[in-house]
Each structure stands twice: as C-alpha cells, then as structure tokens.
C-alpha cells in the first residue's frame, strides 16, 4: 500500500484484526533487519508485562485481597524458584501494578532510542573501513554521536562517510507523517528528534526528574508512535548508505525481522 497523509507509512490491514493496521515489508539492510528485531523484543516485553501487571491487580482486587485476614494491608510473601523473595502488603502490590508500568515505560523509551544509536553504530562499523578508516572505529562513531544536535550529526556523517544527506530530503520523506511534541507540530525529523533526545537524557541522567520534582511519563499508546517515526527515518538513512555502499536490502516484514 502506497504511502498518503491519511496512511503516511503505507500500513496494511492486520490480518488479525481487519480494523487494525500493521507496517508493510520494506526494503532493509541487515543492520536495519536487526533494529527491528530488537524494537519488536522491547515492545513485546512491554505490552506482555503490562498484560501480566492488568491480571495480578484484577486477581488480587477480586480473589486474593478479599479473602485475606487483614484484607489490602496483609503482608504477602512473593517467592521466586530461585529461593529469592520479597514481602509487600497487598495494597503495595496493587499500587504497583497500577502503576508501576510508568518506570518500565521509560525505560522502554530509552531502550528504544538505544536502539536507533545502536542501528547508527552498526552501520558506521560497517562502512568506516570502505572509506579509509579502519582504526579507532568507536572513537570516530562517538565523535558523531555525542554531537549536541542530530542535524550536526547527519552531517558529520555526511562529511566522513560522503552518504549524500540533505536536509530537504529527509523533511519531504516525513511529509504526509505527522510529528506533534506537546503541542508543538515539527516539519523536520531531526529537531522532533532532538526533543526525544532532551527527554531521554532526562530519564537517564536526572532519574526522570522534571520541574517541582514531578516525574516524566511516557504513555504506553506513544509507542506506537515512536515505532512509526523509526521507521520512516531508517528507511531514509538505509537507502543512503545502501546507494553509497551498494549493500544489499532484503524485502522485509518488520514483524517477523
């Protein structure tokens, strides 16, 4: 299915679920095979643990807490096979799988733009010998990637690797794709990229501490989202280091990757 404003990734229907959509085979290089491998391992995990989170709490609310002696604030022994426990009352379990995703949720987030900077590495690694450089390979990568801004980083990499990049081009790649940041709509990927950015340095360097100690939570539907964004910006940078390189893209199912 062709890409439009109303389907900007020209998603197909889910064959499960006639009203629901699913991204379409691309063309990948291994190391964008491999990026998708390991955001469909994060979401996974993420949606199974919220699952599991839902069952605990609606067993515990209707079956275990009410038979309990001292009901919500009677201690409860989790044991593990290993022989590792904890004792939580009930209402503390309760509390944490109401929400407790919040910390997993961000996590997650981060994970997931670990993984795009790993997709990044791949291809550097691949791709700095087949231009002369073949020592110091994770300094040079750093060096782009610890750039402060992710438009000087398309183009450092467009200065040491000669991939083409050019900022008009990757903006009309997300043009019918729609990129809103609390409230604020971005034409351009790599600014909207930029605040994704500032919002993971704030998970892992400030404990996700916002103003007036209040915490930063990432909405379990936004990975959807984010998932969706990837996408479209590596298929961009993959056609770029495949027409530099010549490296093959396989046809692939981002769900089966």
Not at 109 to 134: I, K
Not at 195 to 219: C, G, P
Request: proline share 4%; with cysteine.
């Amino acid at each position: 299915m062709t890409s439009t404003r109303d389907n900007p990734l020209g998603m197909v229907p889910d064959p499960f679920a006639g009203n629901a959509f699913v991204l379409s085979k691309t063309d990948c290089t291994e190391e964008r095979r491999q990026f998708f491998r390991r955001m469909n391992e994060i979401q996974t995990f993420l949606f199974i643990t919220k699952h599991s989170f839902d069952v605990c709490r609606e067993k515990y609310d209707n079956n275990i807490i009410p038979a309990l002696p001292f009901k919500a604030n009677t201690p409860i022994k989790l044991a593990m096979d290993s022989g590792n426990f904890i004792v939580l009352t009930a209402s503390r379990i309760i509390e944490m799988t109401t929400n407790g995703i919040n910390p997993l949720t961000r996590q997650a987030f981060v994970m997931f733009y670990g993984s795009f900077e790993t997709y990044l590495f791949q291809l550097f690694e691949r791709s700095f010998p087949l231009v002369g450089v073949t020592e110091n390979i994770l300094d040079k990568s750093r060096d782009i990637l610890m750039l402060k801004k992710w438009d000087g980083k398309f183009c450092k990499m467009n200065e040491v690797l000669g991939i083409n990049y050019k900022a008009g081009d990757l903006i009309n790649h997300f043009q019918t794709f729609e990129m809103d940041f609390e409230g604020k709509k971005h034409r351009n990927p790599l600014t909207f990229l930029d605040e994704i950015t500032q919002v993971r340095h704030r998970i892992v360097h400030a404990s996700s501490l916002l103003e007036n100690a209040k915490l930063i939570i990432i909405d379990m539907n936004s990975f959807h989202g984010f998932f969706g964004f990837f996408f479209l910006l590596t298929d961009y940078i993959d056609n770029l280091f495949a027409s530099k390189f010549g490296y093959a893209r396989t046809t692939t199912n981002p769900e089966e990757a």
